[in-house]
């Protein structure tokens, strides 16, 4: 069956250094794949968007990349602030079944 | 512009009862999606509107659950009758545009006891 695996545990940064998530699936063959912020309480905030025949993609201090060989994404946000930590989760997109989401990386910036 | 509004924001039921959560989507999106998050769970997928017509609805879990979306405009999800299983916070999204993503709203929370 399909499956996305996200880092499960949270992540810890100091602030200013460069937060790497990880977005790995299997039995997926997907044509975007997508990151989304989600705050507690709150609904998913899309961040960006990256297509299958895209190595990778960016958008002021995110930048995506996506590896169909290896099936894996990454999620960098650079320079990174407090305001930053949040859940972040990753959803695949390829077939008529909607987006396929991973259960998500909660990131803590610290000061 | 006005985001995804869901309605109500938590709800508790008795099993067996019967429960209507609402979603107004953007204005002018014509995709209209529902997803379910479980504890402990991704959320998944439920079912997807385009326009007031059912696209794909292969991730209902079962006939208890009923969607609609009149005239295109706003959708409503019943749950009838509820069962505890059926516990989770319940998200409407509504899009466009693919490069634009979705938006979701901030979600139902549903507790059935």
């Known amino acids: 069956s399909q499956k996305i695996e996200q880092n499960s545990e949270a992540l810890n940064i100091q602030e200013g250094k460069t937060a790497t998530l990880t977005c790995n699936y299997t039995?997926?063959?997907?044509?975007?794949l997508q990151w989304y912020r989600q705050d507690p309480g709150r609904g998913p905030v899309f961040l960006l968007l990256i297509r299958e025949n895209e190595k990778e993609k960016r958008k002021e201090r995110l930048k995506v990349t996506f590896d169909t060989t290896l099936k894996q994404s990454l999620f960098h946000i650079t320079a990174s602030q407090p305001a930053d930590s949040a859940t972040y989760l990753c959803?695949?997109?390829?077939?008529?079944?909607?987006?396929?989401f991973g259960k998500g990386t909660h990131l803590i910036i610290q000061p | 512009e006005a985001g995804v509004t869901q309605f109500p924001s938590h709800s508790v039921i008795e099993k067996g009862q019967t429960v209507t959560l609402r979603c107004d989507p953007i204005?002018?999106?014509?995709?209209l999606y529902w997803y379910r998050r479980v504890m402990g769970k991704e959320i998944k997928f439920l079912l997807h509107f385009v326009k007031e017509s059912k696209q794909d609805e292969s991730g209902m879990p079962n006939n208890r659950f009923l969607a609609e979306r009149t005239g295109g405009t706003y959708s409503t999800l019943k749950v009838q009758p509820a069962e505890l299983e059926d516990s989770g916070v319940y998200f409407c999204?509504?899009?466009?545009?693919?490069?634009?993503?979705?938006?979701f709203g901030s979600g139902t929370r549903l507790t059935v006891v």
């Open positions: 204005s002018g999106h014509d995709n």
């Open positions: 959803a695949l997109e390829g077939g008529a079944d909607g987006l396929t």
């Open positions: 999204a509504s899009s466009h545009v693919r490069e634009a993503g979705y938006t």
């Open positions: 039995n997926y063959s997907p044509a975007y």
